[in-house]
């Protein structure tokens, strides 16, 4: 079975944490990074195994080989980062409170 090539979008705390969890996992791979410093991503994918770094959350997106993405952000930011990632074609989110905001922000994705 192909292993799912799973990217963390923030390296904070909450991505350190799914990094731990993703190496603990079978089926899912810890292949990309993103963060807004390029150094901090690249510091977070040498510590915790990552195959890729991107200094900006649109160039990890833009990498085709992602299979999902995680947003290991505060709460805040979720919303405009599940955006982009809904518009580039994936994203989970354990936010509920993005599904109330989602509701008429996600209808202007799809026209």
Same mark, same amino acid.
């Given at each position: 079975m192909?292993?799912? @090539?799973?990217?963390?979008? !923030? +390296?904070? !705390?909450? =991505?350190?944490c799914?990094a @731990?969890? &993703? =190496?603990?996992?079978?089926?899912?791979?810890r292949?990309? &990074?993103?963060?807004?410093?390029?150094?901090k991503?690249? +510091?977070?994918?040498?510590?915790?195994?990552f +195959? @890729?770094a991107?200094?900006?959350?649109e160039?990890?997106? %833009?990498?085709?080989?992602?299979?999902?993405v995680? &947003? +290991?952000?505060?709460?805040?930011?979720?919303?405009e980062n599940?955006k982009?990632? &809904?518009?580039?074609?994936?994203?989970?989110?354990q936010v509920?409170?993005? %599904? %109330?905001?989602?509701?008429?922000?996600?209808? %202007?994705?799809? =026209?």
């Amino acid at each position: 079975m192909k292993k799912l @090539r799973m990217a963390i979008m !923030g +390296a904070g !705390g909450i =991505a350190s944490c799914m990094a @731990r969890t &993703i =190496a603990e996992m079978e089926n899912v791979e810890r292949y990309a &990074i993103g963060s807004r410093s390029l150094e901090k991503a690249e +510091a977070f994918s040498s510590e915790y195994g990552f +195959a @890729r770094a991107y200094g900006s959350y649109e160039e990890l997106v %833009r990498d085709e080989n992602v299979d999902l993405v995680y &947003i +290991a952000m505060p709460h805040s930011e979720h919303f405009e980062n599940a955006k982009l990632c &809904i518009a580039h074609g994936y994203v989970i989110s354990q936010v509920p409170r993005l %599904r %109330r905001r989602c509701a008429f922000g996600c209808g %202007r994705l799809s =026209a």
